[in-house]
């Protein structure tokens, strides 16, 4: 079901002030940047060997990103695992009996189609299933 590490989703307040530590002093590629209108976030994706780390900064203060910077302050926010078929993931979960947070999967960054399963049913850790896009 799941083939990858996909990426680490990180919470912060501003990427311009952030993307110099994981660009120049790590030595990260950026992927690219983008705004994600449906998720209320500005991204920047960087490639670190077979995985990624992405920034992710809030463009508004509803977004779910913004509430998590104001509870916990900028750091890991989500987990993402890559599938084939985000669908097909999400339908054996929740067989399974996890909770999900989508159960239609969204639109993510780089055209990638996503669904967050709840931190309850995944041990206090933010989820997401990441089906690339092509």
Known sequence: MLTRINHIGIAVKSIEETLPFYRDQLGMALVGCE???????????????DSKIE?????????????????????IHHVAYETEDVQAAIAHLVGEGARM?????????HGAR????????????LTELC???H
């Open 55 to 75: 920034l992710l900064e809030p463009t508004s203060d509803d977004s779910p990103v913004a509430k998590f910077l104001e509870k916990s302050g900028p750091g």
């Open 35 to 49: 705004e994600v209108a449906e998720q209320k976030v500005k991204v920047a994706m960087l490639r670190i060997g």
């Open 101 to 109: 947070i989508d159960t239609v999967p969204r639109s993510g960054a």
């Open 114 to 125: 996503i669904a967050f399963i709840h931190p309850k049913s995944s041990n206090g850790v």
């Open 131 to 133: 089906q690339p896009g």
